[in-house]
C-alpha cells in the first residue's frame, strides 16, 4: 500500500511548493523508493491548455498528450519519471465529471453537493494515481495557498483521506514563508504561525514545515515555531534560496526533510544515494567557459512561460560545464529594429513554441538572421514553423508564404492545418498532444544527435508543414531530417549547410532531465560554445558538419514503421495522423 504526503502552501503564492515537492521526490528516489507527484490545482479551467502563458507560464504536456501545470514538468525532471494525464488534476476537471455522473444519473436522484461529492471524486483521484503506477510514495501538492476560498475543498479531502487510509501512512508537509523584516533588523514568525492557525481550523495539523527563507533559520527561531505551530522541532525544516533550483534536494537533505518524512510515514530508512546530483551541482557552480542564447519570443516577460526550454537548455550547459546566459529578445523589437542589434554577438538563437499572429515576422526575422549568420539556431514548434516560413519568402522567393494559422487564405500556405484538425470547434485539449515516433533520416545532424532510428517525441501543435511544398523545399538546400513512421508528418527540417540549423515540429524541451540532456539542446549548446571559442565566426564547426546531399527525398529513406518489429512503437504509442 502506497504512503502518502500532502503538500500545502501558506503565507504567500508562489511559495516554491512544486520545487518542494519534486526535491522530496529525488530524496525519495534516491533511497530507492518509487514516487509519483501530482499537482491539485484550484481553478476552474479544466486543465491549463486554454490559458494564456501571461496567466499560466508554460503547459507542460505529458507523454499521454495531457495539458498539465508547468510543476508537473519539475516533477519529471527531479524525480527522472514520466508523470501521466493522472497526475494532473484541477477543480475544472472535478467538476466536469462529477457533473458528468449527475447528467448520467449515477447519483440515484440524490441531491450532489461539495461534500461528499466533490470531496470523493478529488480523493479518487488521488487513490487512482497510487493505483495505476503502484509507487511506494504519492506526493500531492495542492496548488494556491491555504485560505484561499478555491482550494477548501481539496484540503477538506485531504483532511478526510487521513481518517480513510490511516493516520501512519499520510503525511502533511506545509510550506511557509519566513521573512526577514529589515527595518526590525529581525526574521518574523507570525505569517508562519498565522497560516498554520488557518490549516488547523480546516482540521489539518501540518507533521513537517518547510520555511522558506532568504537567510538561514537560527535555532532559537526554529524552536519558537515548533512551539507555536506544535511541530517537533526537528520536524521545522529550513528551506532557504537556492542560487538554482537543483541544489534545493542536497539542502533539504542537509535539513533532514527525508528522513523525518520516512520516519513518520513508518518506512524504513535507507541511506540516500545522491552522489550524481550532487555533481550536478558541483558542475553547475564551477563553470569552465560560458555562452550566450537569444531566446526569441513573445511572452520573455514571464520566463515561466518557456520553462522547460530553459531548463533543457541549462541541462545541456551543465553537462559542457558551460555557463548559460540567456539573452531574451522581444520578437517584436525585431520586427522594429531588425534581428542584428540583438542577436549580433550571441553564440546561439532558439525561435521557441508560440501561438497567434504577434510578434511572428521578428521571430522569421530571427531565423533568417540565425541562418544567414551561421549562428546555431534550433527551432521549436512554431519555431519550425518559422524557419519554414522564413525560407518559403526569402529563399524560394514565395514572397507571401504563410502559416494558415496567420492568414487562412494565403497563396503560399507552406504551414498548414493538420488533416485531422480541420472540423476541430473546441479549443480545449484538442491540438495534436503527446508522445508521437518519429523516424529519423539517415546523414542527417538529427540522426547524428539522436544516434536512434525512430525517437519518441511529445507534441502541442494544430499546423503542420505542408506537404505540397516538399520538393521545393528540398530542392532549395533544406533536408528533412525526420518524419512521422510512414513518412507522411514532417517533424524535423533542418539546413546541412549551416553549422548548426535544426528545427522540430514537436517540443523536445518536456524531455530532457537534468541527468540526461536531450540531444538536441546538448548539440545546440555544443555548436554554440564551438562558435564562442572561434571567435566571430562559426565557420570552424565545418569539419562537424554533415556531408549530404540537398536534394535528399526523405520519403524514399523513411521505413514505414513496422509495429510488430517496434517493441516501443507497440507497446506505449497509438499511431494516429
Ligand atoms: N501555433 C502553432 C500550431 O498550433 C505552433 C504551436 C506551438 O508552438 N506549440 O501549430
Known sequence: ??????????????IGKGIVAASLGRLLKSRDYSVSILKLDPYINVDPGTMSPFQHGEVFVTEDGAETDLDLGHYERFTDTSMSRLNSVTTGSIYQAVINKERRGD?????????PHITNEIKERIRRVAKNTNPDVVITEIGGTVGDIESLPFLEAIRQFRKDVGRQNVLYMHVTLVPWIASAGEMKTKPTQHSVKELRSIGIQPDILVCRSDRPIPATLKHKLSEFCDVPEQCVIASIDAKSIYEVPLLLEQEGLAQQAIELLQLEQRQPDLSNWQTLVDRLYSPKNSIEIAIVGKYIQLSDAYLSMVEALRHAAIELSLDLNLKWVNSEDIEVEGGEKYLKNVDGVVVPGG?????????????????????PFLGLCLGMQCSVMEWARNVAGLKDANSAEFDPNTPNPVINLLPEQHDVVDLGGTMRLGLYPCRLAPNTLAKRLYEKEVVYERHRHRYEFNNAYRNLFLENGYAISGTSPDGRLVEIVELPSHPFFIATQFHPEFQSRPSTPHPLFKGLIQAAFNKAKSGESATSTTSQRIAISPGINISEQVIVADADRDPILNATTEVKY
Open 355 to 375: 501561438f497567434g499572429s504577434r510578434g511572428v515576422d521578428g521571430k522569421i526575422a530571427a531565423v533568417e538572421y540565425a541562418r544567414n549568420h551561421q549562428i
Open 1 to 14: 500500500m502506497a504512503k502518502f504526503v500532502f503538500v500545502t502552501g501558506g503565507v504567500v503564492s508562489s
Open 107 to 115: 447519483y440515484m436522484g440524490g441531491t450532489v453537493q461539495v461534500i
